[in-house]
């Protein structure tokens, strides 16, 4: 299960010199979909693992060519009533649904790294305030430090975000971690303790490989007592917090200051959508606001979407969220959680019965990772075992999974998180993976032998 052509053989067929002249509209699509089609990654389909990336379910894609076809531009509610009211009530949606303080503001983003780029300007710029300087008139240059603490088992984006903000990821403060990538709290104490000045920490819900949660409650008394921001990256664990079984994961996280979501993954919109939710509202807004004397000036109780954004023309990103939470409703987004999460305990623990695979985290929500081989056979040939294990799954056509790197190991990564999939789903991809791995380990065997 794979694209059947790469990047290379896609750009032949698609980099022709520029046509002097055109063609009629419709056989511009028709030429579109021909050439397009064997590039498809299959993202969609039930049994695709790879990374963590939803399916992007069909009520929403509709959403979504409605958003293209009324052609509107989202940037304030005077240029579109519909999109920047309907943004609004998904935005109130979510605060419900996640149950975080209904007074935050939310900004609609591409995606979770450019989310904690806008909460964390906002955060850049309260810190800074607090302490007398005024970052959005005055930028940074001579400004006081701001102390960052992330864990060291930080997702990368969020570093890309600080460097964006001029933090610089060389500056940032790493905090140890346990076997599972959560925050030891009490190294985070230790750490705020020597540094004086401003403080910005970020937690994490949802370890990229793990899927672990960092202890929110420990991390946000760390927080109060230093006078800190706090920002978690809830790309996808945030979702973990509507379904009732998942929620104690979460515990402590409504104590943060700002969060970052995706929809385009757990929520099954379509890419590219991400959620900054900001405690402040006003904190948000002083650092994202865009004013000019056409645009139409802040006025109470009427959302302008380019407020909380760093866009100012957008498109009616809010709108496939809206029909995505309309068409599943609380129930449907809890069912939804849920199984995936059942059935990657399922998966986990039937490759766990297979000798000469190992799974490497705590199932606590949707992640799997699972080493291949023995201790004895070493690291390195074990990488060889899981890239050899990766590749033959994606050939036999079943399932899609990648690989990564987790404490010294290369790892299968299985990510559950494609709304459709269904308990015959996860039998069809264990007996792939076993299958997979029996010939890997016999041509092993064998190459071994002679
Ligand atoms: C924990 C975490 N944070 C941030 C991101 C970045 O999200 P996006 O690709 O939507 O920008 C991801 C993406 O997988 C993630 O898993």
Known sequence: MKPQLDYLQMLARFGVPLPEAGMPDCDVIDELADLGEAGLMPVTHPRFFGWVMG???????????????????????????????????????????????REAAVGFVTGATLGSFVALSAARGSLLRRVGWDCEADGLFGAPQVHVFVSDDVHASVLSAL??????????????????????????????????????????????????????????????????????????????????????LTKGIELADSWVVDGHKWLQVPFDTGYAIVRDPEALERSMAITASYLPAKKA???????????????????????????????????????????????????AQVPGILVMNDV??????????KQSDGAEWRKVLAEAVIDRVIEDGHIFVAGGAWRGEWVMRISVISGPISTEDAYITTNAIRSAWSHVSAIQRDDAAG
């Open 301 to 351: 109780n009427h959302r302008s979407p380019s407020q909380l954004v760093p866009e100012l023309s957008r498109r009616g990103r809010g709108v496939p969220t809206w029909a995505a939470l309309k068409s599943l409703g609380r129930s449907g987004v809890i069912e939804m959680v849920s199984r995936h999460c059942r059935l990657a305990r399922q998966i986990a623990a039937e490759l």
């Open 55 to 101: 399916a992007s379910a069909p009520v929403s894609v509709a959403a979504d060519w409605m958003v293209a076809a009324w052609g509107q531009n989202a940037a304030m509610h005077s240029a579109s009533p519909t999109a920047a009211a309907v943004e609004e009530t998904a935005a109130r949606w979510l605060l419900e649904i996640f149950d975080l303080p």
């Open 364 to 373: 606590v929500l949707n992640q799997v990772i699972l080493r291949f081989g």
């Open 163 to 248: 460097r964006y903000l001029g933090f610089g990821e060389r500056r940032v403060i790493r905090v140890d971690t346990d076997d599972q990538g959560r925050m030891s709290a009490d190294d985070l104490a230790r750490r705020c303790a020597a540094c004086d000045g401003p403080k910005l920490i970020i937690a994490q819900a949802g370890q990229i490989n793990t899927g672990a949660f960092d202890p929110f409650d420990q991390v946000a008394q760390v927080a109060r007592a230093n006078d800190a921001w706090l920002h978690v990256d809830a790309a996808f664990g945030l979702w973990a917090r509507v379904a009732p079984d998942l929620h104690p």
